[in-house]
């Protein structure tokens, strides 16, 4: 299967236990990850924060006073994917525990779920809609070698 390009940065903010993120989610997963869920060539910022970045982008973009696990700003689909996915480590970090996930596999999860957003994807307009990227989803991360992210 050929794989579409990706002109990839990955960015760390400054924070606690940042070393066993920048371990989790080396450059070349983070592409890996983010160009099986592409449809089209992207250029693409990934920008793991802290709680309070996270929960201040997610107050001023989402009207929301929370982090939350992954943002996605996205400027243009069409001809190249251009997005900001921004996860939000503590964030990623419990709910990987709280699901019994490698915090590697959940940084997977949230980076194929972004770029689905960068394209278009949105599971908060219809159930159908949502189990439609929720299979979507589940197909790509078993290409990638990794477990239904939705299984319970």
């Given at each position: ?71 996605t700003f996205d400027y243009s689909q069409e001809p190249v994917v251009t997005a900001d996915l921004v996860l939000c480590a503590p964030v990623v970090a419990r709910e990987a525990k709280e699901q019994n996930k490698s915090l590697q596999e959940h ?46």
């Amino acid at each position: 299967m050929a794989l579409n390009r990706l002109s990839l940065s990955l960015q760390f903010a400054r924070f606690d236990g940042v070393a066993e993120h920048r371990s989790a989610l080396p450059r070349h997963a983070a592409a890996r990850y983010i160009r099986h869920a592409l449809a089209t060539d992207a250029e693409i910022t990934v920008r793991i924060v802290d709680a309070e970045e996270g929960q201040a982008l997610n107050r001023e973009y989402r009207k929301k006073d929370y982090a939350t696990n992954v943002l996605t700003f996205d400027y243009s689909q069409e001809p190249v994917v251009t997005a900001d996915l921004v996860l939000c480590a503590p964030v990623v970090a419990r709910e990987a525990k709280e699901q019994n996930k490698s915090l590697q596999e959940h940084y997977a999860h949230l980076l194929v779920h972004g770029t689905l957003h960068a394209q278009g994807w949105d599971h908060e307009t219809s159930e159908a809609d949502a189990d439609e990227m929720e299979a979507y989803e589940t197909a790509i991360m078993q290409e990638l070698g990794f477990a239904d992210p939705y299984a319970t």
